[in-house]
Antibody
Framework: DVQLVESGGGLVQPGGSLRLSCAAS????????MHWVRQGPGKGLVWVSR????????SYTDSVKGRFTISRDNAKNTLYLQMNSLRVDDTAVYYC???????????WGQGTLVTVSS | DIQMTQSPSSLSASIGDRVTITCRAS??????LNWYQQKPGKAPKLLIY???TLQTGVPSRFSGSGSGTDFTLTISSLQPEDFASYYC?????????FGQGTKVEIK
């Protein structure tokens, strides 16, 4: 079965850092674009970042540019999101998602909660 | 960025009701429009892609229509397991953006 499992969330103070991981299984990870999407408490879905299959190209939503870095290790079938200079408004559940056919997100992880608070 | 506006933001309906949710884009998407269902505490699930194509395993009571800037998600006969939030998403231009969501509640 296709599966994505996030980890690495937690409580961090403003200005701190966290690295999220997303372990993929059940499919050929190295052939898919992968994304991070977040959802603040009681809020809607917001796309955060994406990375191409070989890791050579990435993009970010404006609010995280210069603070977050997406990366992947295809040998370990794992996607990462390094989050630095965290702000209170980064508090959210972070989902990794697989891009399917350049068209949609057909597989999502269960999410990992990041709480930024003093 | 393309702005996506869903209406209504929430609705109350009864089992068996026909439910319609609309999504309007700030520019034409042709048919690059998807619908997701999200239940509390769970990840979103892809229901419909390319405006009107049902994802494998999605019940046929769900349907999507539209093109250009105006799209509709219809549930023909609401079932207990359909009470959830629904989000549209455009994948015509990056960054892919979502609507603000529609919460379907029990009347």
């Amino acid at each position: 079965d296709v599966q994505l499992v996030e980890s690495g969330g937690g409580l961090v103070q403003p200005g701190g850092s966290l690295r999220l991981s997303c372990a993929a299984s059940g499919f050929t990870f190295s052939t898919y674009w992968m994304h991070w999407v977040r959802q603040g408490p009681g809020k809607g879905l917001v796309w955060v970042s994406r990375i191409n299959p070989d890791g050579s190209s990435s993009s970010y939503t404006d609010s995280v540019k210069g603070r977050f870095t997406i990366s992947r290790d295809n040998a370990k079938n794992t996607l990462y999101l390094q989050m630095n200079s965290l702000r209170v408004d980064d508090t959210a559940v972070y989902y990794c998602a697989r891009e399917w056919n350049d068209m949609a997100f057909d597989c999502w992880g269960q999410g990992t909660l990041v709480t930024v608070s003093s | 960025d393309i702005q996506m506006t869903q209406s209504p933001s929430s609705l109350s309906a009864s089992i068996g009701d026909r439910v319609t949710i609309t999504c309007r884009a700030s520019q034409s998407l042709t048919t690059f429009l998807n619908w997701y269902q999200q239940k509390p505490g769970k990840a979103p699930k892809l229901l419909i892609y390319a405006a009107s194509t049902l994802q494998t395993g999605v019940p046929s009571r769900f349907s999507g229509s539209g093109s250009g800037t105006d799209f509709t998600l219809t549930i023909s006969s609401l079932q207990p397991e359909d009470f959830a939030s629904y989000y549209c998403q455009q994948t015509y231009i990056t960054p892919w953006t979502f609507g603000q969501g529609t919460k379907v509640e029990i009347k």
